[in-house]
C-alpha cells in the first residue's frame, strides 16, 4: 500500500448524510497541476484549507480554555456531565486526522496553539474550547515526515491564538518549529510560485500571529481570515460576496466556509450539531464554491477553509477550481 508507513488514527465507516460524498485521495495534487501553473505564486491559487484543523482528537477531560468567561466555568463545573458532550458536539469542525486531511488535499491549516493550565511541562496544545490529546511538537513531526515523503507539495501552517505561552514559551515553539522543519521553511521574501519552491526545496509557509514572529525571516506574518460568524449559509455567501467586491488582499488570505453557532442558537437546536449543521447545508455553499475563481482579479479566491473535510467532497472541488485559470503567455 503506497505511503503505509502513515498509519491514522481517526476511526473509518462513518456515516454520512444521504445525498453527500467523500473527498477522493489528492495527496499528490500540486505535483500533478499543469506546467502553465507552475510560475505563478500560490497567492494565484486555489487551496484548500482546514478550519480549527485539529479538533478531530479534543480532549474532554482538559479544563476549559483561560479565555471562557466565569459563568461558562462555573456552569462547567457544575453541569460537567451535560455540557461536556455540548462542548464536543459544536466545538468539534474535523473529524479526520492531519495525515488523513493531507491525503484528501487540505494545504492550508488553522492551528491554535495553548499551553494547558497549571501544566509543569512546557508541552503545548491544540485547542478549540477545550485542549487536544496530542502535543503540537508530535503532531508537526507527522506532518515534516508526510512532507519528506511528497516532496512538491507546500503546506501552509497557520499559527494563532498562543494562549498561556510567554515570551520565552514562543522562543521554545519558535525554536522547536524551526528544527523540525529545517530547510522545508520558505522564507518570506521567497519565490513562491511552484517551480520556485520546488527548486528551492521549500515546503512550508509557516504563518505565525505573533510579534516575536517578526525577527525570524522563516515565519510569516497572520493571514487574513474572512469570518462571517453566522450558522446561516445564506448569510455565510452574503458575506464572503461582500468582502470580495471589496477587492482581495494582497498575498495569502483566506475565505472561511464555517458556520459559528451561539450559545443562544446552540440551546434552542439541542438536535442540531455543527456537523449536522455543516452537512445539510453542504448543497447551498458547494454551488457556491463552484462558481469562485483564482487568480490575480479583485474578487478572485485563495485559500478556501471549511469543516469537516473528507466527510464532503470541499477539497476536490477547490483543487478544481484551478483549471478554470488561463495563465497569459508573455513573449521573451
Same mark, same amino acid.
Given at each position: 500500500?503506497?505511503?503505509?508507513?502513515?498509519?491514522?488514527?481517526?476511526? =473509518?465507516?462513518?456515516?454520512?448524510?444521504?445525498?453527500?460524498?467523500?473527498?477522493?485521495?489528492?495527496?499528490?495534487?500540486?505535483?500533478?497541476?499543469?506546467?502553465?501553473?507552475?510560475?505563478?505564486?500560490? %497567492?494565484?491559487?486555489?487551496?484548500?484549507?482546514?478550519?480549527?484543523?485539529?479538533?478531530?482528537?479534543?480532549?474532554? %477531560?482538559?479544563?476549559?480554555?483561560?479565555?471562557?468567561?466565569?459563568?461558562?466555568?462555573?456552569?462547567?463545573?457544575?453541569?460537567?456531565?451535560?455540557?461536556?458532550?455540548?462542548?464536543?458536539? +459544536?466545538? =468539534? =469542525?474535523?473529524?479526520?486526522?492531519?495525515?488523513?486531511?493531507?491525503?484528501?488535499?487540505?494545504?492550508?491549516?488553522?492551528?491554535?496553539?495553548?499551553?494547558?493550565?497549571?501544566? %509543569?511541562?512546557?508541552?503545548?496544545?491544540?485547542?478549540?474550547?477545550?485542549?487536544?490529546?496530542? %502535543?503540537?511538537?508530535?503532531?508537526?513531526?507527522?506532518?515534516?515526515?508526510?512532507?519528506?515523503?511528497?516532496?512538491?507539495?507546500?503546506?501552509?501552517?497557520?499559527?494563532?491564538?498562543?494562549?498561556?505561552?510567554?515570551?520565552?514559551?514562543?522562543?521554545?515553539?519558535?525554536?522547536?518549529?524551526?528544527?523540525?522543519?529545517?530547510?522545508?521553511?520558505?522564507?518570506? #521574501?521567497?519565490?513562491?510560485?511552484?517551480?520556485?519552491?520546488?527548486?528551492?526545496?521549500?515546503?512550508?509557509?509557516?504563518?505565525?500571529? #505573533?510579534?516575536?514572529?517578526?525577527?525570524?525571516?522563516?515565519?510569516?506574518?497572520?493571514?487574513?481570515?474572512?469570518?462571517?460568524?453566522?450558522?446561516?449559509?445564506?448569510?455565510?455567501?452574503?458575506?464572503?460576496?461582500?468582502?470580495?467586491?471589496?477587492?482581495?488582499?494582497?498575498?495569502?488570505?483566506?475565505?472561511?466556509?464555517?458556520?459559528?453557532? #451561539?450559545?443562544?442558537?446552540?440551546?434552542?437546536?439541542?438536535?442540531?450539531?455543527?456537523?449536522?449543521?455543516?452537512?445539510?447545508? +453542504?448543497?447551498?455553499?458547494?454551488?457556491?464554491?463552484? #462558481?469562485?475563481?483564482?487568480?490575480?482579479?479583485?474578487?478572485?479566491?485563495?485559500?478556501?477553509?471549511?469543516?469537516?473535510?473528507?466527510?464532503?467532497?470541499?477539497?476536490?472541488?477547490?483543487?478544481?477550481?484551478?483549471?478554470?485559470?488561463?495563465?497569459?503567455?508573455?513573449?521573451?
Amino acid at each position: 500500500m503506497k505511503n503505509a508507513e502513515f498509519v491514522t488514527s481517526s476511526g =473509518t465507516g462513518q456515516k454520512m448524510a444521504p445525498g453527500l460524498e467523500r473527498d477522493g485521495n489528492n495527496e499528490d495534487w500540486m505535483n500533478t497541476l499543469p506546467e502553465e501553473l507552475w510560475d505563478l505564486p500560490l %497567492t494565484n491559487l486555489a487551496l484548500p484549507g482546514s478550519h480549527d484543523a485539529m479538533s478531530y482528537c479534543l480532549d474532554l %477531560t482538559s479544563p476549559l480554555l483561560r479565555s471562557e468567561s466565569d459563568s461558562f466555568r462555573l456552569l462547567d463545573r457544575v453541569f460537567y456531565c451535560v455540557t461536556r458532550p455540548i462542548i464536543y458536539k +459544536w466545538a =468539534t =469542525t474535523q473529524v479526520i486526522d492531519i495525515v488523513e486531511q493531507l491525503q484528501a488535499g487540505v494545504r492550508y491549516f488553522d492551528l491554535r496553539i495553548a499551553r494547558k493550565q497549571n501544566d %509543569t511541562s512546557h508541552d503545548l496544545y491544540f485547542t478549540h474550547v477545550i485542549y487536544t490529546h496530542v %502535543t503540537v511538537v508530535d503532531t508537526l513531526n507527522t506532518v515534516a515526515a508526510w512532507l519528506s515523503a511528497h516532496p512538491k507539495e507546500i503546506v501552509i501552517l497557520a499559527c494563532s491564538h498562543f494562549e498561556g505561552l510567554s515570551e520565552k514559551l514562543h522562543e521554545e515553539l519558535i525554536y522547536s518549529l524551526k528544527k523540525i522543519f529545517g530547510s522545508k521553511l520558505c522564507p518570506s #521574501d521567497a519565490d513562491i510560485t511552484l517551480r520556485g519552491l520546488w527548486s528551492s526545496g521549500y515546503q512550508v509557509v509557516l504563518s505565525y500571529e #505573533d510579534q516575536t514572529a517578526v525577527c525570524h525571516e522563516e515565519l510569516w506574518p497572520e493571514i487574513p481570515y474572512w469570518w462571517a460568524n453566522t450558522a446561516d449559509a445564506g448569510e455565510l455567501i452574503q458575506y464572503l460576496e461582500s468582502q470580495k467586491h471589496l477587492g482581495r488582499p494582497e498575498g495569502f488570505f483566506v475565505a472561511g466556509l464555517n458556520f459559528t453557532a #451561539d450559545r443562544c442558537f446552540i440551546a434552542s437546536n439541542p438536535h442540531l450539531s455543527l456537523r449536522t449543521l455543516t452537512t445539510d447545508q +453542504w448543497e447551498c455553499v458547494r454551488r457556491w464554491v463552484e #462558481d469562485q475563481k483564482p487568480g490575480a482579479d479583485p474578487t478572485s479566491l485563495n485559500i478556501i477553509a471549511g469543516d469537516f473535510i473528507g466527510s464532503i467532497p470541499l477539497c476536490s472541488i477547490i483543487i478544481a477550481l484551478n483549471k478554470t485559470q488561463r495563465p497569459l503567455k508573455v513573449d521573451v
